[in-house]
């Protein structure tokens, strides 16, 4: 997620802007720049790489008297992270930073080009600041009214010029905050860059913008509305973390956001769009090898079952550093995928080398744009997650199942976008169900281990509720094939095996419903997650009732991410940071 921040009114407007920044490094990011107006002119300053690379240049730039200024921090989504493709973009006389996704930008960019007008950026943030010197004519804010106007998606804007000593502002999708302290005002996409420089903030609601000087001056559809001040946090690190108690907490809660961004001009009412790829790159492709590692693995798993059923490609799931040394038949015919949240896993990144050297197509879906596996891939899916903090995975893997979903769409030319957009409905985190969770974990404590069940889609999830749970709470867990527990693992079972099982409605439920009632038969203690409650199960967590099993697979998704969450607090560990493990792992 990108970064922004903004000031006006203030004394030393550069201190605010880089300070701003380096708070919201933990948002993650690959370049960053600043605009001001210094000497009646728009100066922008970027740099590719860490803040201080940013830093350096400013302290170089020989700025004169800054007035105000814009800021920004890139996680790439559209072109590469480059000093070209950093923000601020700038026009003739103005700069804008941008965060989110402008889903019309190559129509507007095509229709600019038509009237002369020049870009050299591959990100669709240009077409704002082009677009509103294209729509100026001495008035600025009815240029920037127009600009909104034309602007599909999402976004958070902030927009200097030289001819106005102004910032514009609009919110639609991706957040913005506006603080005032005095004549003081500034501009931040999160609350951390703002403590210590204002006590109260307006947080813009979608729809909202305007214009700020010594004043805010607030619209929404063309009527002035008053900003509505809350008072800002006064810890930090507790803002960074967004008041959640850790950041794997907070990034479950982000999983709605960062899947409509995820979808965001991908997932259409005509079906599945990706700019990243064409038609042309999947022909003579027989079949896929997906090669991955824990989380991203299991996320393979599931795109097994879709690109299988759907698009009708025999798709095999190899774990890296299994396939690395196996001397596997690798075919021409054979499109290579690589899933990672990081783009740097060792096994992973030797799989996708592999595949390359025998000449096979390959295709990247990762999280970190510029990363190893991003550069050696021939073709890349961006998760558009933004930073995960949190070494167990979550909102990465929400992503990567969503992008197999809409990859075996697009593969099949189905169009499941109501069921895509119902999905990511599932994934708002509903307080009841969150608090229901809490209470449930201090009975899953003291067992002698865990099984995750589950059948189809179900069971590679019942592999990453098991992973979750051992991750971060260490106590032992496995997922399972539901249907091979009496192939042995049921003589596990007494009152304290505990087996959460996945019963969908949609898929093989009644097969499934045996396989627990065998469970419960043993005395093993069952929780089902389910939409149908079923009697002898001593818990269970109801799910939305859905026709589609990807809806359920998302909700269930997020019912295990809370239940290992809630039981490692409980344990007392380390939730964002689990003993023994890395975020990354780059070595073999
Ligand atoms: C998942 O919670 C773990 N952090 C781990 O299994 C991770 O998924 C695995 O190391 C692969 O990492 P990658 O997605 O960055 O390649």
């Given at each position: ?27 993650g ?60 973009h700038?026009?003739?006389?103005s ?12 129509e ?88 210590g ?29 008053s ?34 961004e ?97 000449g ?54 189905k ?11 599932v ?13 449930l ?17 179900f ?5 990453e ?56 038969a ?28 990807m ?22 560990n ?9 975020k ?5």
């Amino acid at each position: 997620m990108c970064g922004i921040v903004g000031c006006i009114g203030v004394k030393n407007p550069v201190e605010y802007l880089i300070e701003g920044l380096k708070e919201l490094e933990y948002r993650g990011y690959d370049s960053a720049g600043i605009a001001v107006k210094d000497e009646n002119e728009i100066k922008v300053i970027k740099a590719v790489g860490k803040l201080k690379n940013l830093e350096d240049k400013v302290k170089k730039s020989g700025l004169k008297n800054p007035e105000f200024g814009i800021g920004h921090t890139r996680w790439a989504t559209h072109g590469k992270p480059t000093e070209i493709n950093a923000h601020p973009h700038r026009g003739a006389f103005s700069a804008v930073v941008h965060n989110g996704i402008i889903e019309n930008y190559q129509e507007i960019k095509k229709e600019l080009q038509k009237e002369g007008i020049e870009f050299i950026s591959q990100t669709d943030t240009e077409v704002i600041v082009k677009l509103f010197e294209y729509y100026y004519e001495g008035d600025s804010f009815k240029a920037f009214e127009k600009t909104l106007k034309k602007l599909e998606g999402a976004y958070a804007i902030l927009l200097i010029t030289k001819y106005e000593d102004k910032i514009f502002f609009a919110k639609k999708g991706s957040p913005l905050i506006v603080a005032k302290n005095g004549n003081e005002i500034y501009f931040a996409s999160s609350d951390a860059p703002l403590i210590g420089y204002a006590e109260k903030a307006h947080y813009l609601e979608d729809g909202e913008y305007g214009v700020a000087d010594n004043e805010i001056h607030l619209y929404n559809d063309s009527q002035k509305i008053s900003p509505y001040f809350k008072s800002l946090p006064t810890n930090k690190e507790s803002a960074k973390k967004g008041g959640f108690r850790f950041y794997m907490e907070k990034e479950i809660y982000e999983q709605y956001d960062v899947l409509k961004e995820n979808t965001l001009g991908r997932n259409t009412p005509d079906g599945i769009k990706f700019d990243e790829l064409d038609r042309e790159f999947f022909e003579g492709i027989n079949n896929i090898i997906i090669s991955a590692c824990g989380t991203s693995y299991h996320a393979g798993l599931v795109g097994k079952y879709l690109l299988e059923r759907d698009a009708k490609i025999r798709t095999n799931v190899e774990v890296a550093s299994e396939l690395r040394y196996r001397e596997p038949l690798l075919t021409k015919d054979t499109l290579f995928v690589v899933i990672s949240q990081s783009g740097e896993t060792a096994d992973t990144l030797e799989t996708l080398k592999m595949a390359k050297k025998a000449g096979l197509k390959t295709l990247a879906l990762c999280n970190v744009d510029n990363s190893s596996i991003v550069r050696e891939a021939d073709k890349t899916i961006l998760l558009r997650a933004g930073i995960e903090k949190g070494v167990a995975s979550t909102k990465a893997f929400a992503t990567q199942v969503m992008t197999l979903w809409m990859l075996s769409n697009y593969l099949a030319q189905k169009n499941e976008y109501e069921a895509i957009n119902e999905a990511i409905e599932v994934t708002k985190v509903d307080s009841a169900l969150h608090e229901k969770i809490k209470r449930l974990s201090k009975r899953y404590l003291h067992g002698h281990g865990f099984f995750y069940i589950g059948r189809d889609i179900f069971f590679p999830l019942a592999l990453e509720g098991a992973l979750k749970l051992k991750e971060i709470s260490y106590i032992h867990a496995e997922g399972y094939p539901a249907g091979e527990m009496k192939h042995g693992p049921i003589a596990l079972a007494d009152p304290d095996l505990y087996v959460v099982a996945l019963l969908s409605k949609n898929i093989l439920f009644e097969k499934t419903k045996s396989n627990i009632e065998e469970l419960v038969a043993r005395d093993a203690t069952v929780l089902t997650v389910s939409s149908e409650y079923i009697e002898m199960t001593d818990d269970f967590i109801k799910i939305n009732d859905t026709a589609h099993p990807m809806v359920e697979f998302f909700e269930m998704m997020l019912v295990t991410q809370l239940l290992a969450m809630e039981v490692a607090i409980r344990m007392g560990n380390d939730v964002d940071m689990p003993r023994n493990l890395a975020k990354s792992v780059t070595v073999e």
